[in-house]
């Protein structure tokens, strides 16, 4: 079963910082309605299927960091097109050859309507397989971030961990994170709104007034 709610106007996508479109469908772990994880963050990712190589090296790298996102106050919440049956299949065979038990719930979308309400599968596509996405939901409810990779390519977890931790990083601390920033680094001051505040920024820690770094206190 798979229950949608969209307004008639939203496209189909999910876009940053719309509110993540809600659904309720079955998992491999009992019914899952996406506005249950209110309170928390959450990763939502698609896969194109289930007992293909690079998905279940993808779903056995998510489960061993499983622990590392709870501390961050994350859930993970996986979806594909296959069944349900193909779903509980898959993970019985993942835990009995690689001895990783897969403990967070997949989504069945046989009819396509979450993969296309969230743009998993683009309308012009000739499969109905999802590409790779992820989409960064914060407690509110909110997409705070998407990435989206090709069906031949696998994700970084080590990425998914870092884009967490530097979004959850900016919320607490107003500030933005450069590139390639990981927990410890410095962050950046956002722009400066006026003459006065460029010129103070100019004499701090030697950089230019458009690019500060400061140190974290997090």
Known sequence: MIEINTAPSQPNTARIDDIAPDFIARSTQGEVKLSDYRGRWLLFFSHPADFTPVC???FVALQKVKSQLEALNCDLLGLSV??????????KDIEARFGVKITFPIIEDISMAVS????????GSATTAAVRSVFFIDPEGYVRALIHYPMNVGRSVDELLRVLHALQTSDACGLATPEGWRPGDAALLPPPLDQTEADKRSSMNGGAWYLTHVEVNH
């Open 56 to 58: 279940t090296s993808e």
């Open 82 to 91: 296959d069944s349900l049956y193909a779903h509980i299949a898959w993970v």
């Open 116 to 123: 296309r309400a969230y743009g998993m599968i683009h309308e």
